[in-house]
């Protein structure tokens, strides 16, 4: 059982925890995730690796309240524990010095894409980051992502915070004024595919960090395939990241909410 040593809430419903994992936080790199279960009945659920202080023995992860399980992961207090934490799982994000890249994070998006931005600017790269949410109050982790970033950039929906506008919008920016070798987009699928659509357009290479609906992370069960170049690939063992110009981002969509209505009725029970 791995133990909570630190919760802090960026908003009633997106929660921060840091959890004593002192094996995983050694071995972890950019674009690994962890797979965690609450109670000795709970559902698997992934969860990408924000942070990792091996001094510390810890990792950080950022949990947003969607469903039962991710609810009963954020309403445990400090010092309680996590019933089981497996990881760290996934293919590292491919990282070397390409020049400039342009990071794109949306909403708790931002919390994966931040030790990618780290892991590039480490490598001499140029880092301009993009980070978006709905209102002020949603954006996370601005600090961080600053602190590793030549430039950040940030957009709200409602311009309560930032730029007015989508990410896509402070994306197009950057690409006018400068060439940019790589973008990397986090967050929502619908987010994604749009970033996805306008690096296209202007020959950009790109990678996606998919959130498929996973269960035992580890290739066996099939749930969290995707299609990509037209091929199915396991995204616990093939990804999460992948070209994000092969993905067929409609189709991963139209998987992810097939349990909205399951999920939306065990949320009334709680």
Do not use: W
């Not at 973008?183 to 996805?196: E, H, L, N, Q």
């Amino acid at each position: 059982m791995n133990k909570i040593l630190k919760k802090r809430y960026f908003s009633d419903r997106v929660v921060q925890m840091e959890v004593e994992a002192p094996l995983i936080a050694r071995a972890r790199k950019p674009g690994n995730f962890v797979i965690v279960r609450v109670g000795e009945k709970g559902e698997r659920i992934p969860l990408t690796i924000s942070e990792a202080d091996t001094q510390r023995g810890s990792i950080t992860l950022v949990v947003q309240k969607m469903g039962v399980s991710s609810t009963k992961l954020c309403e445990l207090r400090e010092g309680e524990y996590i019933t089981d934490l497996v990881g760290p799982l996934g293919k590292a994000t491919h990282i070397e010095k390409v020049g400039t890249v342009l990071a794109c994070g949306g909403g708790v998006g931002v919390a994966p894409l931040l030790p990618i931005v780290q892991g590039f600017k480490a490598a001499g790269n140029r880092v301009v980051s993009v980070i978006a949410a709905r209102n002020k109050d949603l954006v996370i982790l601005e600090e961080e992502i600053n602190r590793y970033s030549d430039e950040v950039i940030v957009m709200t929906d409602d311009g309560s915070y930032g730029r007015r506008g989508l990410v896509t919008e402070g994306m197009e920016e950057v690409i006018k004024r400068e060439k940019i070798d790589m973008a990397v987009t986090i967050g929502p699928a619908i987010m994604m595919k749009f970033c996805s659509k306008l690096t296209e357009k202007y020959a950009i290479p790109t990678i996606a960090s998919l959130n498929a609906i996973m269960v035992d992370g580890t290739g066996m069960c099939g749930a969290c395939r995707v299609t990509v170049g037209g091929k199915t690939r396991f995204t616990c063992i093939d990804g999460p990241e992948f070209d994000a110009h092969q993905i067929d981002f409609d189709e991963m969509m139209s998987r992810l909410g097939g349990y909205k209505n399951i999920e939306t009725e065990k949320m009334g029970h709680l």
